[in-house]
């Protein structure tokens, strides 16, 4: 019984040991990514919401979901803003209802808006975005989050 018991015990502590070893070599591999996070808004009682990005805690764009028109605003459309001269960009994809629309500061210095990328969508439609820091080839992203048309 002692010797099942120990053999269990080893066991426990060897398994222990790799999963330790393998979370350390995997958060040093992500340690020498940029430290992007990403915050979503609550939903507006019209559908609207922003996600924000920061980089390693600094706020560097946004993108926002303007559901329905106000002023020179359109409805139904989203604009992403790079505030943060660091030579990465915003990039943000509708993903649902329709895929496609993108709006992206790619090529163009901070502090930049882009043009409202802007549809019809049925009044009520549920509208997934997602915000991405793009550098070159790379790109790091949010969650898809949802507000409504």
């Known amino acids: 019984m002692r010797k099942l018991l120990r053999n269990r015990v080893v066991t426990l502590l060897a398994a222990s ?7 350390v070599t995997l958060g040093a591999t992500n340690a020498a990514a940029a430290d992007w996070t990403f915050k979503k808004s609550a939903v507006s009682s019209d559908g609207g919401f922003t996600i924000a990005a920061y980089i390693s805690g600094t706020y560097a764009g946004v993108v926002v979901w303007n559901a329905d028109p106000s002023g020179s605003i359109p ?3 989203f604009q992403v803003v790079d505030v ?4 990465w960009g915003m990039e943000a994809s509708m993903i649902h209802p329709t895929t496609g ?24 439609t549920d509208v997934y975005l ?3 820091a793009v550098q070159g080839t790379s790109a790091d992203c949010s969650l898809a989050y949802g507000g409504h048309a």
């Open 84 to 87: 943060y001269a660091d030579g």
């Open 17 to 23: 040991a790799l999963f330790t070893g393998g979370s």
């Open 130 to 132: 997602q915000l991405c």
């Open 75 to 77: 409805g139904d459309a």
């Open 101 to 124: 629309r993108v709006a992206t500061t790619r090529g163009h210095s901070a502090v930049y808006y882009s043009p409202w990328n802007s549809g019809n969508l049925a009044e009520g």
